[in-house]
């Protein structure tokens, strides 16, 4: 069931406005002796975060702003109260009232924030998290809850098909946008890393994305894998790589370059069914015979150097397009996308046929 109810996301985002249009609403029929539900709750909750942010409507007055915010310490106190009385024997019964999973994270903020975890012993947790539909990343969000049920998430995470994903999002995958962190439980050894990675590697689901991270991962004290899951990685992403062009024609595209010495022009260029063409005069480059003017050649001709003479010859962000960013990349490498690919090939023809030219001119 979707959650159609007041979230709130960041202060910089747009929805905020639509959000707090409904928030005043109930904000002037707040009463703190009504009898909320845990769904009423957490809506409250994230009212109570668009105020404590100081993200008002343009129409709310100083004397309006200075009342919701005297309604919002209200609300605290029934937020305080709601969540004081979760215990061990209705956990279960409270957690699955949620009308939606996303809300989950806000269930463990506020049960991490009041300590309430304590009320809660360890066989009704590992009872609920065995049993419901749990978004186990919003637990490991909450630092204290993660170390309070250390050795019950561990046995939890061993057998969770998606902890091989979690453990490379926190320690490989570079992240463009601040998302929580992620904590592991500290009884979480690095062979128990190690063999959720491996046993992931074997299932016939592995995501092609998270393989390649399997092959970035450099050691760290929280994270290192052996030669023989980088191995076992390595072959799966060469076989789901080959499904891939097998099942999909692709585009042709090319690169050609040559050296003409009938060719008065310093070079010409050509576009011709999605194929460049690239032809460097050898008369231009044998104008003056000096190796200096020779390793000129690689900026006036081939443009390895950019307008301020930096090396051209390397990746930007800029170069990479929408459909590129989708892609996961890992904080361990050197992103390549197609353009600098092209570059990439393009100034290996250059460098190989150039020194061609320059060993057959002696």
């Known amino acids: 069931m ?5 979230t ?10 639509n959000n707090l249009e409904k928030a005043e609403k109930i904000l ?7 009898d909320y539900n845990i769904n009423d709750i957490i809506e409250l909750y994230q009212i109570k975060q668009y105020i404590d942010n100081e993200l008002y409507l343009l129409k709310w007055t100083n004397k309006e702003i200075e009342a919701y915010k005297s309604i919002c310490k209200k609300i605290w106190s029934v937020i305080v109260c709601f969540w004081n009385k979760i215990n061990s024997s209705n956990l279960s019964d409270i957690f699955n009232r949620l009308e939606c999973w996303t809300v989950q994270e806000s269930f463990w903020q506020l049960t991490a924030y009041f300590s309430i975890y304590k009320q809660i012993s360890k066989d009704a947790f590992i009872s609920l998290i065995n049993s419901c539909d749990i978004d186990i990343r919003a637990i490991l969000h909450q630092e204290k809850i993660v170390n309070y049920y250390g050795h019950e998430l561990r046995h939890f995470l061993l057998l969770h098909e998606k902890t091989a994903e979690l ?13 929580s962190v ?9 062979s128990d890393k190690e063999d959720i990675i491996s ?3 074997d299932d016939k689901d592995a995501n092609l994305n998270y393989v390649r991270l399997v092959l970035n991962i450099k050691k760290i004290e929280q994270l290192d ?3 023989t899951t980088r191995l076992k990685a390595k072959r799966l992403e060469k076989r789901l790589n080959d499904e891939i062009y097998q099942s999909s024609e692709g585009v042709r595209m090319g690169i050609q370059i040559s050296f003409n ?5 310093p070079m010409e260029y050509s576009l011709k069914d999605k194929v460049q063409y690239f032809c460097y005069g050898t008369k231009y480059i044998f104008l003056i015979d000096h190796p200096v003017v020779y390793l000129y050649h690689f900026n006036i001709l081939f443009n390895y150097l950019d307008e301020q003479f930096c090396n051209s010859m390397v990746s930007y962000d800029s170069d990479f397009d929408t459909f590129e960013n989708i892609f996961m990349k890992s904080k361990n490498e050197y992103h390549l996308g197609f353009i600098f690919n092209r570059k990439d090939f393009i100034s290996l023809g250059q460098i190989f046929l150039y020194d061609n030219v320059l060993i057959n001119a002696q």
């Open 199 to 201: 046993r992931y590697l």
């Open 167 to 179: 453990i490379l999002s926190k320690y490989v995958e570079k992240h463009d946008s601040e998302l």
């Open 28 to 34: 002037i029929n707040f009463d703190e002796t009504k």
């Open 261 to 265: 010495d009938d060719q008065d022009s």
């Open 2 to 6: 979707p959650w159609n109810r007041i």
């Open 8 to 17: 709130y996301y960041s202060k910089y985002d747009l929805a905020s406005f």
């Open 225 to 227: 894998i052996s030669d």
């Open 182 to 190: 992620l904590y592991f439980p500290k009884c979480l050894s690095l």
